[in-house]
């Protein structure tokens, strides 16, 4: 078993590492304001659908997949903008831990990383499953209207 306390290797950062950090910061800025642009479209835009049906709309029977998109696509949204919340977070805390000497604000940059990491993970884990649910709609439907199309093909004949 490894002695944590000794370490397996010290890190030194040079100027170029420190200046990729830096851009890093930039980039994870730039990037947290774009999810944040399309978070709030998404979320405006599944708000709007779900709060202003028309009285023909509210009659009319809706497939399970439009039921809860608005739903998902808040939840997505929102599991985006708190994993692009640590990723904004760690090259922070690891260039003030860089600058200060900080090895335990170093670990913690790098277990905020890890937690913006582990939450697209999840991310990345419903929109999978979300894309097969509605790949398996859309292949059903497909299938039901060439089922339809045979029946009145048939009838015509």
Known sequence: MINEETGLFEVKFTEQGKKFIRKFVTISYTIFVLVL???TVSVIWSITTLTHKTPIEANDSVSFYDAIY???SILFSLIALTSNFYYV???RVLLRS???NDEFGANRAFGLLFKGAMIFLVWLILDAIFLMSFSLIVLTYIYLL?????IFDRSLG
């Open 37 to 39: 642009f399309s978070t």
């Open 70 to 72: 608005p739903y998902t």
């Open 89 to 91: 977070r760690f090259p």
């Open 98 to 100: 860089i600058e200060l």
């Open 146 to 150: 060439e089922d339809r199309l045979l």
